[in-house]
């Protein structure tokens, strides 16, 4: 899903719907996220997936939002 594709409004109950489903299913979320930290420092496929796919998404997509 593009974020650009998507107005403000319909971007914020997607991240509150997303935000919600990892709150009801901490254990997943917290083994996720926990082999990921573990990755991050054993592989560098790992950082790039984190810097590139994770964080600049994200990024791009609140300044997407926040420029509109």
Known sequence: MDC??????EFLEKGIENFMQ????PINIKTTWWIM?????HHP???DIYRNEI????V???GLFLRS
Do not use: V
Request: net charge negative; hydrophobic share 30%; glycine share 0%.
């Open 4 to 9: 650009r594709d998507n107005d403000s409004k």
């Open 22 to 25: 990892h709150i009801d299913d």
């Open 37 to 41: 930290y573990i990755e991050l420092f």
């Open 45 to 47: 496929i790992a950082q």
């Open 55 to 58: 964080m600049r998404r994200t």
């Open 60 to 62: 791009d997509c609140l």
